[in-house]
Structure formats: structure tokens, C-alpha cells
């Protein structure tokens, strides 16, 4: 018998992606495994030179994961106790906890309503002289307004750490992610638009000496080896992880304009299904390259919304569902709920909605029927 799971659209199916490069993907395991060369080595070091001119950066530093490459980048950067370093309210929690974690404070910013990255007239306000950085993240995709935010911080004389976890290969008026501020952090978690098979990460950066420190960081701040010359972490990405990320690599922008040209696909559908005006749908400001790691709208009654789409198989997920100022770890920082309205609503009315690249006409039309039903019912 055929379940309504069966006969749906999952959010992501990592399968399709698999199928056409299985034998690429194969081959290069076996390579690493004959090789019995796990950590580090010549695949890292391949894919590091990979990356580097992919991502127009001047060096480029594979670690063990999106949220290690984050830490790795405050920890090179020397933030510490004492220190406060101003973030969105509303990402994935990682931004905010590799802050806390080096003993530092996170103070946070409003996003802005349509892209839902970091508000960036609020940030030259929010700069204190305590304010050792700025965190940006590119959410879901699409870059954050970089110009006032890199000019607010070079006035305040600080760094700018850019979390493009979620957005490798887009671009801000030409400019790729990860390469505008002094710093870029990347995540290959396998839902990434280029996915390892586990966790994997990557630090970007065009100044040379903070390139040395995050290889120093990677590898327990040994130099040489059983010399430490700085209390580092076990950041190394591993062989295998560079090897599966080596293939995937020139396949990546093809899928990225995959994903584009289903968002564009759902724009047109959700406008033949008369539902414009109760589907937010995300916007790609002139200019801007959205990569559409994920695809974001927003819908009264979402968890109405969602529960309905469940039943029709239908998968979705919500991205993210408390911000950071609601966090009941970070309940000491002293804000309250009301405090960053736009991150609040963004969390009550936002799902995401399938968009992988292999995902099919058919199967987006299938999503949008069900969505007009779900808003039907709720």
C-alpha cells in the first residue's frame, strides 16, 4: 500500500544527489583508504587549494566543522572574557554559543525583515567600546547587507567574522561570501549546498598571518609537533571528508542554479495557485546571489501550516524556532521577549520548504498543492 510519506517530497534527499556521482564519490574513498593516510594530508591540502580559489580568498583552511571554524576564527582573533561581540538574534545556534564558549559576550542586533540577516543600519549603533567583533551571518543563502557593516567596522577599528555556513558560492555585488571581512567560516554538514559525509568546515581569510594561527589553532597549537605554542583545539578535518568534498567541488555551482531555478519555479507556482498574498516568499535583493540553502516563506498559522503539511508527506522544517535572546542559556544576558521584534515573528511565521536541486517540477507542484490546502485548513 502506498503511505502518504511515500507518495510525498522529502525536504532534502541526499540520494539523488548521490546516484549520478556514486562512482566518483567510491573511487576517491578507495584512494584514501589505499593510501591509509586519514588526517590531514595531501587530500586536505588539495582541497584547501580547491577552495581557496573558489571562494576568491587567499588562503583557505579545511576543519572538522562549521561550528569548529567559527571557534577556531574568534580563537585566532583573540576573543576572550571581557570581550562582547555583536551577532544576529536569529541563526543557528552555533554564532552565538562559540562566542559564550571563549568566555565572551554575545550582544545582539534586530534582523532585517525581508532577508533576515543581520540588520545593518542597527549595527554601527549597537557598537560599544567593548565590542571586540562582528559576527555576520549570511543566512539561509544569501549575503548580508556587507558595505555598512564593513564600514561600521573599520570606524570602530574591529573585525568582521563572516558565518557563511549557509552560503558558499553566493555573492554580494560581486563579492563572494567569506571573503569580505577578515575572516570567513564555512560548514560542510551533508545539508549544505556542498555536503561532506559528516561534519566538515572551513576558515577563509586574506591575512596571512591569521591564516598561520588557524593552523596552529587546528592542531592543538603544536608547532613543532608536541611544541604548543598556544592551548588550540582538535579542529583537523579528515581524508576522507576532503575527498568526498573534492568531487562534490565542481559539481557545486551547477547545483546551486538548480536550487535558483527551483525557487524561481516555486514563485511562479505559488502565483498561479493564488497564493501571493498569504505566502511570504523569500526575496533576492538586486545585486545579490541567493544560493537558496534553504528556502524560507512565511505563512500565518505556521504550525497549523505545517502539521498539515506533514499529514500530505510533505516535509518541512522550521529554521529557527526561539532567537538567541530567548535562549534559556542566555536568559543572563537580560533581554526579554519583545526586544528584537523581526526575529520574533520570523521565528513564529517562517517554514522551509524543500528546494534541493534534484527536486522535480512535478514534486514542487505537489508541495504547493499541499500548501494551498494547509492554509485552507489552518
Known amino acids: 500500500m502506498t503511505t502518504k510519506a511515500a ?22 574513498l578507495t584512494r584514501v583508504c589505499d593510501s591509509q593516510r586519514f588526517i590531514l594530508g595531501p587530500e586536505v591540502e588539495a582541497l584547501e587549494r580547491d577552495l581557496a580559489i573558489h571562494l576568491d ?10 561550528t569548529d571554524a567559527l571557534l577556531a576564527a574568534m580563537m585566532a582573533l583573540g576573543i576572550g572574557p571581557g570581550d562582547d561581540v555583536l551577532t544576529t538574534t536569529y541563526s543557528f545556534f552555533a554564532t552565538a554559543g562559540c562566542i559564550s564558549r571563549l568566555g565572551a559576550t554575545p550582544r545582539l542586533v534586530d534582523i532585517d525583515p525581508v532577508t533576515y540577516n543581520l540588520a545593518a543600519d542597527a549595527v554601527r549603533s549597537a557598537i560599544t567600546p567593548q565590542t ?5 551571518v549570511h543566512l539561509y543563502g544569501q549575503c548580508a547587507d556587507m558595505d555598512p557593516i564593513l564600514a561600521a567596522a573599520r570606524d570602530a577599528g574591529i573585525p568582521v567574522i ?17 571573503s569580505m571581512g577578515a575572516i570567513g567560516c564555512f560548514s560542510f554538514f551533508p545539508s549544505k549546498n556542498l555536503g561532506a559525509f559528516g561534519d566538515g568546515g572551513l576558515v577563509t581569510t586574506g591575512d596571512g598571518s591569521l591564516a598561520r594561527e588557524v593552523r596552529l589553532l587546528r592542531n592543538h597549537g603544536a608547532e ?24 562534490k567541488l565542481p559539481h557545486l555551482a551547477r547545483w546551486s542554479e538548480m536550487r535558483r531555478a527551483n525557487a524561481a519555479a516555486y514563485a511562479e507556482l505559488i502565483d498561479d495557485a ?3 498574498d498569504r505566502v511570504g516568499l523569500p526575496q533576492e535583493e538586486p545585486g545579490y546571489t541567493h544560493i537558496y540553502n534553504q528556502f ?5 498559522h505556521r504550525d497549523r501550516v505545517r502539521a498539515s503539511l506533514t499529514e500530505q508527506g510533505i516535509g518541512t522544517e522550521v529554521y529557527y524556532p526561539v532567537p538567541f535572546h530567548l535562549q534559556p542559556c542566555f536568559a543572563s544576558l ?12 520570523a521565528a513564529d511565521e517562517t517554514l522551509a520548504l524543500p528546494i534541493y536541486g534534484e527536486l522535480t517540477r512535478d514534486q514542487q507542484a505537489l508541495v504547493v498543492a499541499a500548501l494551498a490546502q494547509a492554509i485552507k485548513r489552518a
Request: charged fraction near 20%.
Open 57 to 66: 580568498a587567499g588562503d583557505a583552511i579545511a576543519v572538522s566543522s562549521g
Open 296 to 300: 524560507i516563506v512565511r505563512v500565518e
Open 274 to 276: 493564488g497564493l501571493t
Open 162 to 178: 563572516e558565518d557563511a555556513a549557509q552560503a558558499i558560492g553566493a555573492r554580494y555585488h560581486g563579492r563572494q561570501a567569506g
Open 7 to 28: 507518495a510525498g517530497v522529502p525536504l532534502l534527499d541526499l540520494q539523488a544527489q548521490y546516484a549520478p556521482i556514486r562512482d566518483e564519490i567510491l573511487s576517491a
Open 132 to 136: 571586540r567583533a562582528i559576527v555576520v
Open 334 to 345: 537580560g533581554y526579554a521577549r519583545g526586544d528584537f521584534p523581526h526575529a520574533e515573528r
Open 224 to 247: 613543532p609537533k608536541y611544541i604548543h605554542q598556544r592551548i588550540g583545539g582538535n579542529f583537523r578535518l579528515d581524508a576522507i571528508q576532503a575527498a568526498v568534498l573534492r568531487v
